[in-house]
C-alpha cells in the first residue's frame, strides 16, 4: 500500500447526528451530537465512553446497520447512506467484518459451517467458501475444532469463531463491540490479541467499541465519546 492510500481516509465522518424518540412520551433524546471522525486505512481505534454514551450507536452507523439522522458517512469517498437497503446489505457483506458482545453464532451449524456463511450469503461456491473458511480456522487455532458446534465450544473458542466468519469475506473494516466483554481476562486478553495481529498481519482496519482502558491503551487511535461528542483520547 503506498503512503498516499494509506494516508487518504478510508472512513470520513461529517456532521453526524442521531436522535431517538423516547417511549410513547415523544420526547426526542439527541444520542449523537455532531461527530466529525476521520479513519484511515490500517487504523486500530478504540472507541471509549461511558455506559449509555452512544458508543454502539456510533459503531452500528459506521457499520452501516443504522443510519444517521443527520450528516455523512463517506467509505473510499462514497455517501453509504445515498444507498438502498439492498445495497447496504452488499456493501456490509463484501466490505465489512463484524464482532460482537455475544458471538451470534448459528447453533446447528459447526464452526465452519458459521464460518463460510457470508460466503454462501454472497454466493461463493461451497468448496471455495469451505477451504476459504478453514484455512481461517486453522489460523486462528481452531483448525481441530471446525467440525464442532457452538455448544460445544468454549467462550473463546466460540469468540474465535466469530472473528474467523468477520474474515470470511477479506473484509478492509473489522467493527467490533465490545469483543471481550462476556469472557473472563485471561481469554478476553488472547481474542484481544489475536485481533491485534489480524490488524497488524492484513493491513485490516480495526475499529472497536470498549470500556476497557486496558484494552484501549493498546490501539494505535483512542477517542472518546461524551455528551454526544467525540474527542481525540491521548
Do not use: C, W
Not at 473458542?157 to 473489522?174: C, G, N, Y
Not at 475499529?207 to 476497557?212: E, K, L, P, Q, R
Request: net charge negative.
Amino acid at each position: 500500500m503506498s503512503t498516499s492510500s494509506k494516508n487518504h481516509p478510508l472512513i470520513y465522518v461529517q456532521g453526524l447526528k442521531k436522535s431517538f424518540i423516547f417511549g410513547g412520551s415523544g420526547k426526542i433524546i439527541e444520542v449523537l451530537k455532531g461527530i466529525e471522525l476521520t479513519i484511515r486505512p490500517g487504523d486500530m481505534l478504540a472507541i471509549e465512553g461511558a455506559s449509555g454514551a452512544g458508543k454502539s450507536t456510533l459503531l452500528h452507523i459506521l457499520g452501516a446497520l443504522d443510519r444517521p439522522t443527520e450528516g455523512k458517512v463517506y467509505f473510499q469517498d462514497v455517501d453509504l447512506f445515498q444507498r438502498s437497503e439492498g445495497e447496504l446489505a452488499e456493501f456490509r457483506n463484501r466490505h465489512l467484518g463484524f464482532v460482537f458482545q455475544f458471538h451470534h453464532l448459528l447453533p446447528e451449524f459447526t464452526a465452519l459451517e458459521n464460518t463460510m456463511m457470508p460466503g454462501l450469503i454472497q454466493g461463493v461456491d461451497r468448496r471455495e467458501a469451505s477451504k476459504n473458511a478453514e484455512e481461517i480456522l486453522v489460523q486462528l487455532g481452531l483448525g481441530d475444532r471446525m467440525h464442532h458446534k457452538p455448544g460445544e465450544l468454549s467462550g473463546g473458542e466460540q469468540q474465535r469463531v466469530a472473528v474467523a466468519r468477520a474474515l470470511m469475506m477479506s473484509p478492509p473494516v473489522i467493527l467490533a463491540d465490545e469483543p471481550t466483554g462476556n469472557l473472563d481476562t485471561k481469554t478476553g486478553e488472547d481474542v484481544h490479541n489475536l485481533m491485534l495481529e489480524i490488524g497488524s498481519q492484513k493491513g485490516v482496519t480495526i475499529i472497536v467499541v470498549t470500556h476497557n482502558p486496558a484494552l484501549a491503551s493498546r490501539m494505535n487511535r483512542r477517542v472518546i465519546l461524551v455528551d454526544g461528542k467525540l474527542y481525540e483520547n491521548g
